[in-house]
């Protein structure tokens, strides 16, 4: 077998079996100290919890692959739930119209972080931070800071589907991380997103434009917070102006887990995703566990340095091999 080869299967099994193996390693411990993680009832509250997270994870994972990061997501996603309450509600606009409108708002959000972050060279977290304001003040100004019932009319969408107990939410979502795992891969636009985040001088100097492809990619990020606050508020039948705090934070962490560089250049969906399944098997087992929530935070935070210290090890292990390899030939 050629070397190229061996190295990229040896990458895969550390990348996805390591991840898989976390997973299941904890599944099983939560299944013994616990009488209820293994059950159906709680492996479908768990599927049905993930939806928000993993849509948001996805464009964040996209956001953190071109260099950049997105602090605005969970302001966004209230944002976008509260337009769609109160175009379905005070505007009487059927609900698909005011959906619509919500998804038009994240993507508008989206497209403004990218494009002032790039007309202005302004780093990206700054941008977001700004936004995260913007976003959070204007639905509480036209929310006058209370919820809003839509009642049943969206509800409809964020009923579980009869028989198997799971939401659409959760088959959307998994749908999403496919979709957007083969764009990352499989498709030009994908390359450049890894180029852009490697070396973006090099990639301006082989006469590719940059800012259209990472003004994209947040207005793609923009476009997975809108979907995470319909799914929230779906789910709840419920615009509420407090949905979506800390999700920037659960996803980045979900991100970084998943072994998504936080300088940029590589990162992987999919990977993404397993971080998502693993925070939220965590999460589950220490609530049935009955520990604190401060221990949980403690947990969780601890797993994201860990993370963070695995990935800076990997990056050092690459670069000893891309050495190597030049010295050999």
């Not at 997103?193 to 003004?215: F, H, Q």
Request: proline letters at 3%; aromatic letters at 8%; one cysteine or more.
């Amino acid at each position: 077998m050629p070397t190229g080869e061996k190295n990229r299967i040896s990458g895969w099994v550390i990348d996805y079996l390591g991840l898989i193996g976390v997973l299941l390693l904890m599944v099983l411990v939560f299944s013994w100290k616990t009488e209820y993680f293994w059950t159906m009832g709680n492996l479908t509250n768990i599927a049905n919890k993930i939806p928000e997270n993993t849509v948001v994870a996805v464009g964040m994972t996209f956001v953190l692959i071109i260099g950049g990061i997105d602090l605005s997501v969970g302001a966004v996603c209230a944002l976008v739930g509260m337009v769609t309450g109160v175009a379905a509600v005070n505007g009487n606009l059927p609900v698909p119209v005011a959906m619509l409108l919500g998804l038009m708002t994240g993507v508008f959000c989206g497209l403004i972080n990218g494009m002032i972050s790039e007309r202005w060279r302004i780093p990206s977290f700054i941008v977001t931070l700004g936004m995260l304001e913007i976003a959070r003040g204007s639905e509480l100004l036209i929310s006058n800071s209370e919820s809003l019932h839509i009642g049943a009319n969206i509800e409809y969408w964020g009923e579980a589907i009869p028989g198997i107990g799971i939401t659409p939410a959760f088959f959307v979502a998994a749908l999403l991380v496919i979709l957007a795992q083969i764009v990352l891969t499989k498709t030009v636009y994908g390359r450049y997103m890894l180029a852009i985040g490697d070396n973006e001088e090099a990639v301006r100097l082989s006469g590719i434009r940059s800012t259209p492809v990472k003004v994209g990619v947040f207005a793609f990020c923009g476009f997975t917070a809108a979907l995470a606050g319909l799914m929230k508020t779906c789910q709840t039948g419920t615009a509420d102006p407090n949905i979506g705090e800390g999700l920037e934070l659960d996803a980045i962490a979900a991100v970084v887990i998943g072994g998504t560089s936080l300088m940029g250049g590589r990162g992987s969906v999919l990977k993404s995703f397993l971080g998502v399944l693993i925070i939220a098997v965590l999460d589950s087992g220490l609530v049935q566990m009955l520990t604190p929530d401060a221990v949980k935070r403690i947990v969780t935070g601890s797993a994201i340095v860990l993370a963070v210290i695995l990935d800076g090890y990997r990056q050092q292990f690459s670069v000893k091999n891309l050495f190597a390899k030049q010295l050999g030939s």
